[in-house]
């Protein structure tokens, strides 16, 4: 489901992962997945309340607006780059950044920050995402080069 590009169907998996959460259903390992990300953003849980209002909504960032599901995904793109160790060495960074910061959900925003860069001039530039800029932007977290 993830894979597919149609943001509403997408969407629509995110609520449905949370109404199984919610009423204590067996999850699917990537559907356990989207809960935890849900669960530790509880500043989104009231969005899952009003399905017919954001399932197609535009968040723009012209208007101030964050999009819960593009930053949802990223964590979840994030653990998928943790659990692969790709790009190498991203789990070790990772670690690093844990003891440094604390908390695992500061360090895991700290490392969205470069994934979302990265992304950012991806597109920009018509490229693939730079790997070796991504983990070096990374390392910089940590205070090692």
Not at 91 to 110: C, M, S, V, Y
Not at 132 to 140: D, T
Request: one cysteine or more; aromatic letters at 6%.
């Amino acid at each position: 489901m993830l894979l597919n590009n149609d943001r509403s169907q997408l969407r629509r998996f995110y609520f449905e992962v949370w109404q199984k959460r919610l009423e204590n259903k067996a999850l699917e390992p990537m559907e356990r997945l989207i809960a935890e990300v849900i669960e530790q953003h509880p500043e989104y849980h009231t969005l899952f309340a009003h399905q017919d209002a954001v399932i197609d909504r535009d968040y723009l960032p012209e208007t101030g607006e964050s999009n819960p599901f593009l930053h949802m995904g990223m964590h979840i793109g994030l653990r998928e780059q943790l659990a692969a160790d790709r790009p190498t060495g991203i789990g070790i960074i990772h670690q690093r950044l844990l003891i440094k910061t604390g908390d695992p959900h500061d360090a895991e925003h700290r490392m969205i920050e470069c994934l979302a860069e990265t992304l950012w001039q991806a597109q920009r530039d018509g490229t693939q995402p730079d790997e070796k800029q991504y983990i070096n932007a990374l390392r910089q977290l940590t205070g090692s080069t």
